[in-house]
């Protein structure tokens, strides 16, 4: 399957108040191939939001720094060098992009339908009539109810589930080639969490868009996507088939996260947990930042990061495997 995003050793810093360099991105590299989902997990403060504002260089900058790295999109040009028209023109075009919190992305001065109608207008010649048509459709393709009470209402009405299949309508609207859903369903409970990732689902089969879902829920990549990147304290830790990890953890971090998934296949009154939690930016321990957590840790893990080894189709950068993979 050819590769639609390509995120080659992207680092992004940020200066902190003490004008030290805060480094939330470290050396990063992922694929979203087209028409499949790619996963990225994490707990929170790991990275994966700032790689995902990164693919669109949503970062204001300043304080964002992009370091270094590139952001390679359908094999043509480098997403981080293109200039504001252009980066314009690919957000809610050929990339569209859904957020945790919808409440935040629409604005409540505004009806839906306005919203709706200006995010056509941007990217295609349609008058207010058609755009107002093709917002039914979008609306009705989001699997929203009473379509035309739902364009006439301020996002403050509307339920969370709601405008967040507000929000896809609104991403779809110029049929993206790539949807970026940065924790789409963190603020909803389990019943619409699950509905708004079926409705991606069946959206993306549709129209075979590709899809990058940010999600700190191993579980829902595992049942989700195609391929699954693993990030800890902005590091890529592992990455491979989105099954083989969840089936066969490699890294410590990662079997961590899949043991203390719930499943019905525990048995245990309490489930395991990472002892500890993830350093802040301006405190990551030097060597593999796990390795405070680590129950594996050598003693190398406290002084050097450790190289990337490949297996096969799959990616891990842990001491335990250096020098053990094959490529
Ligand atoms: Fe643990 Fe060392 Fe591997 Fe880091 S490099 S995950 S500390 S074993």
Known sequence: MDSLLEARNLQVHFRGPNKEILKAAEGVSFEARKGETLGIVGESGCGKSV????????LPSPPAIYAGGEMIFDGRFDILKLNKKSLQEL?????GMIFQEPM?????AYTIGQQMREAIQLHLPATKAEAREMSCDLLAKARVPDVSRVLDSYSFSLSGGMRQRVMIAMALSC???LLVADEPTTALDATIQSQIIDLISSIQ????MSVILVTHDLSLVSETADSMLVMYAGFACESAPANEISEHPLHPYTKGLVESRPSSRVTASRLPVIPG???????KPPGCPFHPRCAYAKAICASQFPPETAYGNRKVSCWLYAGEGSS
């Open 175 to 177: 049929q993206p080639d």
């Open 51 to 58: 790689c995902c504002m990164s693919i669109l260089k949503l």
């Open 91 to 95: 957000r809610g075009g050929r990339i």
């Open 205 to 208: 089969e549709e129209t075979g």
């Open 104 to 108: 935040a992305a629409l604005n409540p």
């Open 277 to 283: 939690s993830v350093p802040s930016l301006a405190s």
